[in-house]
């Protein structure tokens, strides 16, 4: 049983269509790149993963649910992200301020805990600079806290 599930979907813009048939599955634990050129449809395919876009016909499902006829964030809340390219941070807030901005919509107090350690035990520079201005890292470290 694969962890995502995208089989043959159909996707537009307006009344012109991009995906054709898509389908792809991901298994726990396994990563999965999507490769092409501009206009291939990479960035369509995971706004329609991510519930930005309507599907035309298809369907999605993350750990056996449907989630493509569910709100972009109730998605997010089942543990599906994209970190958009370009080093996407509130640049004038600290790290921790952002850090703390991604985990908003959880209301568990230990699961935030326990996310920021997982943090900081994948991005060790970051607890270094929780206190820093976030338009004052490097590049890779604005990466990393976009992640």
Do not use: C
């Not at 493509?68 to 600290?94: C, L, Q, Y």
């Amino acid at each position: 049983m694969a962890m995502l599930n995208v089989d043959r979907i159909n996707v537009g813009y307006g009344r012109t269509q991009i995906l054709w048939d898509v389908s792809l599955k991901v298994e726990e634990g396994e990563m999965v790149a999507l490769v092409g050129p501009n206009g291939a449809g990479k960035t369509t395919t995971l706004r329609a993963i991510m519930g930005i876009l309507p599907l035309i016909s298809g369907k999605i499902e993350f750990k056996d649910q449907r989630i493509d006829n569910i709100p972009t964030h109730e998605v997010v809340k089942k543990g599906i992200a994209v970190v958009p390219e370009g080093r996407r941070v509130f640049p004038w807030m600290s790290v921790m301020d952002n850090l703390d901005i991604g985990a908003y919509q959880i209301r568990d107090r230990n699961q935030v805990k326990e996310s920021l350690d997982l943090v900081f035990d994948l991005f060790p520079r970051l607890k270094e600079r929780a206190k820093q201005q976030a338009n004052t890292l490097s590049g890779g470290e604005q990466q990393m806290l976009a992640i």
